[in-house]
């Protein structure tokens, strides 16, 4: 298991009638979330099932994936992981 150095985090298998004020509170529960982006088909603005969170720190960032990982909403399961940071050349 990889030890989370980055705070943004990727979220999976969200319901697709999800909210990010919903999002910010189950995250706000592993600490300060300071940002929580639903993605949102362009055109359509459908909530695609997936988001971003932005955690103040690391330890928050840990928690949020040790805690919210596998957790079951509207007989979904969240995946819950560190968002891959491209780097640039």
């Not at 009638?17 to 088909?41: C, P, Q, Y």
């Not at 099932?49 to 509207?74: D, P, W």
């Not at 995946?79 to 050349?89: D, F, L, M």
Request: no cysteine; glycine share 4%.
């Amino acid at each position: 298991m990889s030890t989370t150095t980055n705070k943004k985090l990727f979220v999976g298998n969200l319901p697709k009638n999800f909210t990010e004020k919903e999002l910010h509170k189950i995250f706000s529960k592993a600490g300060k979330v300071l940002d929580a982006k639903l993605m949102k088909r362009r055109y359509t603005n459908i909530n695609q099932g997936f988001a971003y969170v932005t955690m103040a720190t690391q330890s928050a960032a840990r928690k949020a994936v040790k805690t919210l990982h596998n957790l079951i909403i509207e007989d979904k399961k969240l995946t819950v992981y560190e968002a891959k940071i491209e780097k640039e050349n």
